[in-house]
C-alpha cells in the first residue's frame, strides 16, 4: 500500500513539475508582435496573417472610373491582427500597432466541377496598413509586399495614403467595406465627418 502511495506521489510531481515548466516557457516566450520592422525601417511581412480576423472579400472594387476591364475577375481578402480586433471591438477605432494585411487573388470560373460562379485562385498581390504614430506623420502607412522580403513604406503623400484620409470610414480605414465592423462604428460614433458627409451628398 505504501508503494503505490509513493508511485502516485511520483507521478503527481512529475506532472506537476511538467506543468510548471510549460507555464514557465509560456511567460518566458511571448507571441511575436504584429508589427515588426528591420534596423532601417523596412515592415516585415507577417507570415501568420491568415491566422488573424478575416473582415470581408471585395469582388472586382476600383475605386476610380478607370477605362477598361481586366480580363478577369480579382477578389481582395483583408485580415487584421487580433489584439487591434480586440480592440476596435471594445472602443470602435483601432489602437496603435494595428495591422492590416489586404490580399488580391484571381477570380477563377473553371476548375474541377465548378459549372458556374467563380471562385478565388491563386495569389496576385498583398499588401499591408499599419498604424504607427511614432512613424509616420500621419499615423498610418502602406506597405506593398512582395514574399518575405522586407518592404519599405509608400510615402505619405502616395495614392493611398490619400484617398483612404479622404474617405476612409474610420481612423482612415475603409470600415464601411467591413460590414461585421460598421455596426460597433455607429454605436460608438466614431465615423469620421468627411465619410458621413460623403454619405449624405449621395443621398441628393
Known amino acids: 500500500m505504501q508503494s503505490r502511495v509513493r508511485i502516485v506521489a511520483a507521478a503527481l510531481a512529475v506532472a506537476l513539475a511538467g506543468s510548471l515548466t510549460t507555464a514557465a516557457v509560456s511567460r518566458a516566450a511571448p507571441a511575436s508582435p504584429a508589427v515588426a520592422y528591420t534596423p532601417d525601417g523596412k515592415l516585415v511581412p507577417p507570415k501568420e496573417y491568415r491566422t488573424w480576423i478575416y473582415l470581408s472579400s471585395g469582388m472586382d472594387m476600383a475605386y476610380t472610373e478607370a477605362p477598361g476591364a481586366a480580363d478577369h475577375h480579382m477578389f481582395d481578402n483583408v485580415f487584421v491582427n487580433r489584439e487591434a480586433y480586440e480592440v476596435y471591438q471594445k472602443t470602435g477605432t483601432w489602437p496603435d500597432k494595428t495591422i492590416f494585411v489586404l490580399e488580391a487573388r484571381m477570380g477563377q470560373g473553371r476548375g474541377s466541377i465548378n459549372k458556374k460562379g467563380v471562385f478565388q ?63 460597433k462604428a455607429q454605436e460608438m460614433k466614431t465615423l469620421a465627418a468627411a465619410y458621413l458627409a460623403e454619405e449624405e451628398a449621395a443621398k441628393k
Open 121 to 183: 485562385g491563386e495569389t496576385m498581390g498583398r499588401e499591408a496598413h499599419v498604424k504607427d504614430t511614432a512613424r509616420f506623420k500621419s499615423g498610418w502607412a502602406f506597405f506593398p509586399l512582395n514574399g518575405d522580403a522586407p518592404a519599405p513604406a509608400l510615402p505619405q503623400t502616395s495614392q493611398c495614403n490619400v484617398c483612404h484620409e479622404q474617405h476612409g470610414a474610420v481612423d482612415t480605414t475603409f470600415v464601411q467595406f467591413y460590414p461585421t465592423l460598421m455596426p
